[in-house]
């Protein structure tokens, strides 16, 4: 089975913070994404990589950035938090880009 | 106008009645269908997959696709109450342009 790990499950931070949000795969997947989820606007793409190094902007890149120095990791950063941040964060995987994507658990950000 | 459109619900059957799931796209080239299934708190969990025109069978689970109406569907045979989650369809239109609907949110009465 595909595990897609997240580094926290519920996270607080104050307006100005630097903020890292982790995620791991372990199942050798080339593709990794960050999302997040807000009621009523569903799920929007913030980044993803379809490699080491590699990282392409989805819709709502403004705000994060990305970072993914081994394949199986891959880490959102919020660089000076806001509270128009608070949300769900959703990190997935996928083998390539045709396939199926697995998500993380998630991680509940509240900024205050 | 939204790439993947769904009903928000709440949609409510009664256990053991076929649960019927709807899902409009607007891009013709789009290439593969998904349906995830999202309990409340949970992250989305991947139900069923679909690239072809027709029906495709899993279980009580069907999926639906006519790419001529750029419809697909989910019907949830039997429904128990432990099928009552949001379910989100989600379209490919390209590589790595995977669309996700606002999802549907099921509820089985007992």
């Known amino acids: 089975d595909v595990k897609v790990t997240q580094s926290s499950r519920y996270l607080v931070k104050r307006t100005g913070e630097k903020v890292f949000l982790e995620c791991v795969q372990d199942?050798?997947?080339?593709?990794m994404f960050w999302y997040r989820q807000d009621p009523g606007l569903g799920l929007r793409l913030i980044y993803f990589?379809?490699?080491?190094?590699?990282?392409e902007k989805g819709d709502i890149p403004e705000g994060y950035s990305v970072s993914r120095e081994k394949k199986e990791r891959f880490s959102l950063i919020l660089e000076s938090a806001s509270t128009n941040q608070t949300s769900m964060y959703l990190c997935a995987s996928s083998a390539n880009s045709y396939n199926e994507q697995f998500f993380g658990p998630g991680t509940r950000l509240t900024v205050l | 106008q939204k790439e993947v459109e769904q009903n928000s619900g709440p949609l409510s059957v009664p256990e053991g009645a076929i649960a019927s799931l709807n899902c409009t796209y607007s891009?013709?080239?789009?290439?593969?269908f998904f349906w995830y299934r999202q309990y409340s708190g949970k992250s989305p969990e991947l139900i069923m997959f679909?690239?072809?025109?027709g029906d495709k069978e899993d279980g009580r689970f069907t999926a639906q696709l006519n790419k001529a109406s750029q419809y697909v569907s989910l019907l949830i045979r039997d429904s128990q109450p432990s099928d009552s989650a949001t379910y989100l369809c989600a379209v490919r239109a390209g590589a790595n342009n995977l669309f996700f609907g606002t999802g549907t949110r099921l509820t089985v009465i007992p």
């Open positions: 990589s379809y490699d080491v190094k590699m990282k």
């Open positions: 679909i690239y072809s025109n």
């Open positions: 199942m050798d997947h080339e593709n």
């Open positions: 891009d013709r080239g789009s290439q593969s």
